[in-house]
Structure formats: structure tokens, C-alpha cells
């Protein structure tokens, strides 16, 4: 029998949850399994979504979000133009290994806490009780600002390839800054329409693009072995490049790094989208873990084959479709027609993989307006009955995609600029999240239980992710080049630097006095 009782949840926040017995074992769409309501009444929330994810559709999601294979494809341009095709190679390997050790130590507090907020709900849980409140609210807007830019990003490397296959396409076709603007607006509104009128099938529709993104996958790998011009092996493996400028190969190869992280980022999607995810505590971290291995390795192995094949170096970063990839798939195929439909594959996933950021950055956004962590609040958080879905939220990401595109207009780097800022955003809330767990470990001071564990390397694992993203997030900042000019340089550390600023002055004058942080709902005696 399921024993219900009202409870509220605290005298900031005065709404009820439902309280679940322990012998409850009835499983619904609604509201998932026991696990799932004995963790959601633990932390004080209300189960508003429906819990219509299971393995396979959530595995799917992240898989599609983090795309590695297909958004390395997008970004190898950079790579190639800082760090070479060795550069790529040996960036992306050293990057995956470290995002093994970051998604797991993330997995571990996922399955502590399963719950939208993510990264800035465990720094309220984690970090010593005199910093929960601040740093959680902070790590709240950079989770904000990371998932709202990465949703621009996406949008943006969609659109910025849709233009490179209409100049394959098209000889005389002029690259105007406003057709790339105009091409992220519909990319966005394609997915705004597929993330509120079709909510529902969301998780049929992540299934369905999952066996795409395999299959695609050996589709473009065995064009490319089987007609690909094979290059020298040595010269792949070990030739940098240094167009930036740098007079410096390792320099070089880490101002690019924004192009092997990229395709790594993602993961932790899985985690804000956990309060529609049924046993949440045991499918988020199987999710995260799989993805993280069987992504890596699809994207290692088609940047090999990339670079294997990539023909000349000059050539391809000089390609008049602006898109290194297409040259590669025109030059390997010879054919127009052959090369188009490859590179429609690539982009039709770059769409979908901003369909899931999209939905992920809503929800997230969802979480922290309903712990009053931002302006309008009430308005973000607010799910319409029947609907199931933020969709004030999920509208939000649209505007900030389309007004972030506007970057492309004055810049000529508006991709490099948009990446290293969701990048930069993301990374620091990875960092201090982590740092919360591991100091707790240090101080030998109980975790929460979980079905998920790390057991004894649980602090190695830690530390070795902390140090590897405070390397990624300091190089995320850098410019392509030395000197550049303000069209040329990076100013996501101006955005970055302005969010942070915004968000310790909104905290003092507003925040602090309606802000508890998630640990405020947390129910000790759980």
C-alpha cells in the first residue's frame, strides 16, 4: 500500500509533496518508481514532469546532445587551424580521458541526488554549510549561462554548416553574417516546436535518432576508408599546425582545444532531464558513464579517419564552404551529390543534437527558477497543465540563441566566441561541484547513500578531474591567434566576467533575501 501524507516542504517555499512510505513499489509514468519519489520528496520537490524516460530514450538523448563524432566534424576547422592534425588527434584523446574521470565522479553525485538543479543543487548539498548558499547560487547562473549559450552554440554550428553545403552546392555562393543569423533563427524554432508540441514523443523520438547516429556513423567511416586519398600515417600523427600565429605548437594546439572539448561536453544532460527519468538514481549514471565511452570512442575514431584522409592541410582550411569536413567528403567522394548527402547527415544530427540542449537547458533553467534563483522566477517555472514541459523556459533558449547569433554579424570568430562561453560556463560548474564532493571525502564526513559508487578511488578520480578542468578552463579563454583584432578575439571572458558580476549583484540585492538554496528543502532524516 502507498502511504500519502502532506508535508510542507519549508516556510520559504510553501508548497506540499507527496511523503512515500517504504514499502511503496508501484511504478507509474507519473511519478516512477518508489526510488524516485523517496528522492524527490528527500530534497522537498514536486514531481511536475512526467517520468516517461527509461535507459534506451535517455541513453539516446545524451548520445544525440553530445554528438561527439558529428560535432568534431564541425569544429575540426579550428583544430586544424591551431594544434594541426596531430594537434586534434592527441587533444582529443588526452580530453576524453579526463572526461571519463569528470563524468564519472558527476555520475556518483547524480545517483546521490537525481534532480534537475544538477550541479548547483549538489553544491548546495556538498559544499561546507557557511558557502552552500552563495556558491550554489552562483554555480545556479553559470549552469544558466552555460546550457542557454550551448544551446546558441548549437544552433549556430547548424546553421554556419547549412551555409557551407549550400557553397558546395552553389560556386558563387557569398557568405553573408546575416544568412548564418537568420539560419540559427530556424534552427531554433525548429526545435522550440519539437520541444513543446511534441514533448511527449521526445523520448520516441531520442530512440529513434540514436540508430541514426550509429548507423551514420559507419556510413561516413566506410565511405571515407573505402574512397578517402589515405595520407602518410607519420605525417598525420605528428604534424602541428600553428596558422594562429603563435610561434609556438603547444600553445597553438591549446588555444584550439575548444574544438576537441566541444565534442565531449554533454553527459551531464542526462542529469537535468532525471526528474523525467524513471529510477533515476540507477538509469542517470548507466546513462552518463556509456555515453562518455561509446561517444569518445566514435569521435576518436572518426577524427583519425578525418585527419587519415584529409588530403591537403591548406586546402581544406582554405575550402570555400568554410567547413574543412565537406571539403573532406567532396574530395573523397568527387562527387557533389555524394559529399551533400554525407554532409545533410552531419548537419540533420547537429539539429537534433540542439533539439536535446534545448530541452536540457530549459529544464535546468526550470530547476533554478523554481528555487527562486532568478528574476521572474514564477514565470520560469511555471509548467502549464497538460503540458508537461516549461515552455516559458524552452522559449527563453530561443530568444538567447537568437540574440547570441547576433555576435555573427560583427564578429568573424562568433562560433569561437559562443563555444569558449558555454564551454567556460559549463567547466566551472564541473569544478566546483566536484571540489564539494572531494572535500568532503578529505574531511571524511558521510555521503549521501547511493546505488552508484566510487568507493575507494572515488578521491583520486576527483582531484584528477579537478586539475584537468581548471587546464581546460583556463585555455578556453584564449583567442585564436596573438594580437588579435576585436573582430579576431575571444570575448566570451567578457560575457563570462559579466554574468559572474551580474549574478553576485543581483545575490546582494535581491538573492540573498528570497534564495534558500535546494539544502534549505533537503529533509535531514531521510
Known amino acids: 500500500m502507498t502511504e500519502t501524507t502532506k508535508v510542507p516542504v519549508s516556510e520559504a517555499e510553501p508548497y506540499e509533496v507527496d511523503v512515500v512510505g517504504e514499502d511503496d513499489t508501484e511504478v507509474s509514468e507519473r ?27 535517455i541513453f539516446g538523448f545524451s548520445m544525440i546532445l553530445m554528438a561527439s ?47 534537475s538543479g544538477g550541479q548547483y543543487h549538489w553544491v548546495s548539498e556538498f559544499a561546507p554549510a557557511k558557502y552552500q548558499k552563495f556558491l550554489s547560487y552562483i554555480i545556479g547562473w553559470l549552469c544558466v549561462l552555460g546550457w542557454q549559450t550551448g544551446a546558441a552554440n548549437t544552433a549556430f554550428l547548424a546553421g554556419t554548416q547549412i551555409q557551407g553545403l ?28 519539437f520541444n513543446t508540441f511534441l514533448a511527449k514523443k521526445l523520448p520516441l523520438i531520442e530512440g529513434i535518432v540514436l540508430v541514426i547516429h550509429i548507423f551514420g556513423f559507419f556510413a561516413i567511416l566506410i565511405v571515407l576508408w573505402v574512397m578517402g586519398p589515405v595520407g602518410d600515417a607519420h605525417t598525420t600523427f605528428t604534424a602541428f ?40 538514481s540507477k538509469t542517470l549514471p548507466r546513462s552518463m558513464i556509456w555515453t562518455t565511452l561509446i561517444n569518445g570512442s566514435m569521435g576518436w575514431i572518426m577524427l583519425i579517419t578525418f585527419c587519415s584522409v ?10 570555400p564552404t568554410k567547413q574543412a569536413y565537406l571539403y573532406v567528403f567532396y574530395n573523397s567522394t568527387k562527387s557533389v551529390a555524394g559529399a551533400s548527402a554525407m554532409g545533410a547527415l552531419v548537419i540533420t544530427m547537429a539539429i537534433f543534437c540542439n533539439l536535446s540542449i534545448t530541452a ?8 533554478f527558477a523554481r528555487d527562486q534563483g532568478i528574476p521572474f522566477n514564477k514565470t520560469f517555472a511555471y509548467i502549464p497543465p497538460r503540458w508537461d514541459v516549461p ?6 533558449a530561443f530568444g538567447v540563441s537568437c540574440l547570441l547569433s547576433l555576435i555573427n554579424l560583427g564578429s568573424s570568430v562568433a562560433l569561437m566566441n559562443i563555444a569558449s562561453l558555454s564551454t567556460a560556463a559549463i567547466i566551472a560548474s564541473y569544478i566546483v561541484s566536484i571540489s564539494c564532493i572531494a572535500l568532503k571525502r578529505i574531511r571524511g564526513e558521510p555521503l549521501l547513500p547511493s546505488k552508484f559508487k566510487l568507493g575507494r578511488v ?46 553576485c549583484v543581483y545575490y546582494y540585492l535581491r538573492g540573498r533575501h528570497v534564495y534558500a538554496g535546494p539544502v534549505a528543502y533537503v529533509r535531514k532524516s531521510a
Open 360 to 367: 536540457t537547458s530549459s529544464r535546468q533553467l526550470f530547476a
Open 391 to 396: 515552455i516559458n523556459a524552452i522559449c527563453l
Open 458 to 503: 572515488g578521491l583520486p578520480i576527483n582531484i584528477l578531474s579537478i586539475v584537468f578542468l581548471v587546464f581546460i578552463f583556463v585555455f578556453s579563454f584564449f583567442p585564436m591567434g596573438p594580437k588579435p583584432t576585436p573582430a579576431g578575439m575571444n570575448w566570451s571572458i567578457l560575457m563570462f566576467g559579466a554574468t559572474v558580476i551580474f549574478s
Open 166 to 193: 549550400i557553397a558546395l552546392n552553389k560556386q558563387d555562393y557569398s557568405f553573408e553574417p546575416w544568412h548564418g543569423t537568420l539560419l540559427v533563427f530556424a534552427v531554433s524554432a525548429f526545435n522550440v516546436v
Open 69 to 115: 563524432w558529428e560535432t568534431v566534424l564541425g569544429t575540426s576547422t579550428i583544430g586544424l587551424i591551431d594544434g594541426g592534425t596531430a594537434g586534434l588527434i592527441w587533444m582529443y584523446l588526452i580530453c576524453w580521458i579526463g572526461f571519463i574521470c569528470v563524468y564519472t565522479s558527476m555520475a556518483e553525485m547524480g545517483s546521490m541526488a537525481p534532480t
Open 31 to 57: 511519478k516512477g518508481t518508489g526510488a524516485d519519489r523517496h528522492a524527490m520528496w528527500r530534497m522537498g520537490k514536486v514531481q511536475e514532469m512526467r517520468r516517461n524516460f527509461r535507459f534506451v530514450s
Open 310 to 319: 584529409l588530403g591537403s592541410l591548406d586546402d581544406a582550411i582554405g575550402s
Open 241 to 280: 599546425n600553428d596558422y594562429g600565429g603563435w610561434n609556438n605548437y603547444g600553445v597553438a594546439t591549446l588555444s584550439g582545444l575548444v574544438a576537441v572539448v566541444l565534442p565531449l561536453l554533454g553527459a551531464d544532460a542526462a542529469v537535468h532531464m532525471s526528474e523525467e527519468l524513471r529510477d533515476a
